[in-house]
C-alpha cells in the first residue's frame, strides 16, 4: 500500500524491548493507511520506537502520540505500569496491551487500567492492522463526537449572546423611556408623552417578533414542527399576505402589486408556512424600501415548480452584504439600515422553509435601487 502523501496522520509509538519486534511492527505499518467509512477522509501513520516503559512516558510527554502499543513485559516499567500512569493523567490517546504472556487475567487487568485493545504475541500484520484500524477508527469518532459537543457549546454561547444582544438595546431603552414617564412634570406636554408610549410599543412589537422567530426556528430545527399539508392555491396565500402587509406599506406610501398567472397556482403544502415564506419576502420590502416606493410579487407556474419573486425599489445592498445575508441573527448594519427593526432570522427561517419543499432562496440586489427575492418550492417535494 502507498504511503499517504498528505491528510491526518497519527503518531503510533511502539513500546517494546525486542528490537525484532519494535522492527517488525514498523514495517507492518509502513505506508498503512486507515479510511473513515463516515467521512472518507484517510488517515496515514507516523510510528515512533521506543525500548522501555519509562523511554514510552517520556515520549508521550514530548510527542503526544495518538496510539500506543505497549508490551506487557519490559525491564523496568512494564505495560501496566505505563497504562496506570497514563490513566492518572487521563491523556488523549489509545493504547493496545501486546504480549507473549496471553491470559484472561492479563487482559481483565489491562482493560481496567484503560487499554483500548489487546494483541497476543505472536501476531500476524494482518491481525496488528486489523487491531490499528479499529483503534484509529474508534479514537478518530470520540474526537469527532468531542468536537461536536465543543461546536454545541459553542453555538449555544454564541446564540445566548445574541439573543442578550438584541434583547438588550429595546429593553434598556424602554426602561428610560419609563423613567422619563415617572417624573410627571418632565413630560407635561401630551404629544411628548404619546411619542414615547408608541416608541415603547414598537420596542416591544420588536421583541415579540424576535421571540416569535426563535420559536419558528426551533421547531424547524427540532423537528418539532407540526405540518398540515393541503392543496393550496398561490394566488390566495399571496392576496392574504398582500393584506397584511398593506398597513404598514401604507404608512409609507408604498404600493404592492401581485403578477400571477389568470389560473390557480396549485401546490401541496402548509398554509401557515406558505405565510411565513411571503410575509418575510413582503415585510422585508416593505421595511428596506423607500418611502413611495413599489413592491411587485410575481408568481409563476412551472410543471416541476412555483416561483415567488418579490422585488422592491428599496436601499438595495453591496456584494460584501449580500454574502452575510443568511447567517443566523445577521442583519445589514450602515447608515440607511440603523432605524429598521428585526430579529436577523427572517430569512435563516424563510430558506429553512423552502428546504422542506426542496427548494431554495436566491437574492439579486442593487445599493440604492433595489432587491429582488426569489423562492422557488418544487411540487411533490415536502419533506416531513
Same mark, same amino acid.
Given at each position: 500500500m502507498a504511503e499517504e502523501a498528505s491528510g =491526518? *496522520? +497519527? =503518531?503510533?509509538?511502539v513500546a517494546d524491548d525486542e528490537e525484532g519486534m519494535r522492527l517488525a511492527v514498523e514495517r507492518a505499518l509502513r505506508g498503512f493507511t486507515v479510511t473513515l467509512d463516515d467521512t472518507g477522509e484517510t488517515i496515514g501513520m507516523d510510528v515512533v520506537l521506543v525500548d522501555s516503559g519509562e523511554a514510552a512516558i517520556a515520549e508521550i510527554e514530548r510527542s503526544s502520540p495518538d496510539i500506543v502499543l505497549l508490551d506487557h513485559k519490559m525491564g523496568g516499567m512494564s505495560g501496566l505500569e505505563v497504562l496506570s500512569w497514563l490513566e492518572e493523567r487521563d491523556i488523549d490517546l489509545l493504547a493496545v496491551m501486546i504480549t507473549a504472556?496471553?491470559?484472561?487475567?492479563?487482559?481483565?487487568?489491562?482493560? *481496567?487500567?484503560g487499554a483500548y485493545d489487546f494483541l497476543a504475541k505472536p501476531f500476524t500484520p494482518g491481525e496488528l492492522r486489523v487491531s490499528l484500524r479499529q483503534a484509529v477508527t474508534h479514537l478518530a469518532a470520540i474526537r469527532k463526537t468531542r468536537e461536536l459537543e465543543e461546536e454545541k457549546r459553542r453555538v449555544r454561547f454564541q446564540f445566548i449572546s445574541v439573543l442578550a444582544h438584541e434583547l438588550k438595546a429595546p429593553l434598556g431603552a424602554i426602561e428610560g423611556y419609563l423613567y422619563v414617564l415617572q417624573d410627571k412634570n418632565a413630560v407635561s406636554d401630551p404629544a411628548v408623552y404619546d411619542r414615547i408610549v408608541d416608541r415603547c410599543q414598537i420596542r416591544l412589537v420588536g421583541m415579540r417578533k424576535l421571540i416569535y422567530d426563535l420559536l419558528d426556528l426551533t421547531r424547524l430545527e427540532s423537528g418539532s414542527h407540526r405540518r398540515a399539508l393541503v392543496e393550496c392555491d398561490l394566488r390566495d396565500a399571496v392576496t392574504t399576505s398582500i393584506e397584511t402587509m398593506t398597513p404598514d406599506a401604507d404608512r409609507r406610501r408604498i404600493s404592492i402589486l401581485r403578477e400571477a398567472p389568470d389560473g390557480p397556482v396549485g401546490l401541496m403544502a402548509d398554509p401557515s408556512e406558505l405565510g411565513i415564506i411571503l410575509n418575510n419576502l413582503i415585510s422585508n420590502a416593505v421595511k428596506y424600501n423607500r418611502e413611495g416606493g413599489s413592491i411587485t410579487v410575481r408568481l409563476k407556474d412551472l410543471p416541476d415548480q412555483v416561483v415567488i419573486a418579490v422585488s422592491d425599489t428599496g436601499i438595495g445592498m453591496s456584494e460584501e452584504e449580500l454574502g452575510k445575508?443568511?447567517?443566523? +441573527?445577521? *442583519?445589514? =448594519?450602515?447608515?440607511?439600515?440603523?432605524?429598521?427593526?428585526?430579529?436577523?432570522?427572517?430569512?435563516?427561517i424563510l430558506q429553512k422553509l423552502a428546504a422542506l419543499y426542496g427548494g431554495a432562496v436566491a437574492v439579486e440586489s442593487t445599493p440604492d435601487v433595489g432587491s429582488t427575492f426569489t423562492v422557488n418550492l418544487m411540487k411533490g417535494t415536502t419533506a416531513v
Open positions: =491526518r *496522520r +497519527f =503518531r503510533v509509538l504472556y496471553a491470559s484472561i487475567e492479563t487482559a481483565i487487568s489491562a482493560t *481496567r487500567k445575508l443568511f447567517q443566523e +441573527f445577521t *442583519r445589514i =448594519r450602515n447608515a440607511k439600515t440603523k432605524d429598521i427593526l428585526g430579529s436577523g432570522l427572517g430569512l435563516t
